[in-house]
């Protein structure tokens, strides 16, 4: 697979990428696919709501308190009922599933991803 064209450093900056714990993760059964909601703490961010396909690799307790990686400037979406405000990052599997970015260990809520 080749690298998407080349950015420079100043568009990946406006990208705001920050680390939150998961509070809540529940099954969404009105997504059209296996989903999850979310309600993420960003710290002195606050709150935020996402939905993500995470149902493969991830029980909503094994979700809980997790730290997580997610875009906070990406305007919001309404999946379903929800409306999701943050984008939470992960990579697929082999078989397209999601397997989660996250710290590998404790760092502050709202940090942010450079």
Not at 73 to 99: C, K, M, T
């Amino acid at each position: 697979m080749l690298v998407e064209a080349f950015i420079d450093v100043s568009d990946f900056e406006r990208v705001d990428m920050r680390v939150g714990r998961v509070l809540e993760a529940e099954p969404f059964p009105e997504a059209r696919k296996p989903a999850y909601k979310l309600r993420i703490d960003f710290g002195p961010l606050g709150i935020r709501r996402s939905s993500a396909q995470l149902t493969v690799h991830y029980r909503p307790e094994e979700l809980r308190d997790k730290l997580v990686i997610a875009v906070l400037n990406f305007p919001p979406r309404q999946i379903g009922p929800v409306r999701s405000e943050v984008l939470v990052l992960g990579v697929p599997d082999p078989g397209g599933a999601v397997v989660l970015l996250e710290p590998s260990v404790d760092v502050p809520l709202g940090g942010r991803v450079f």
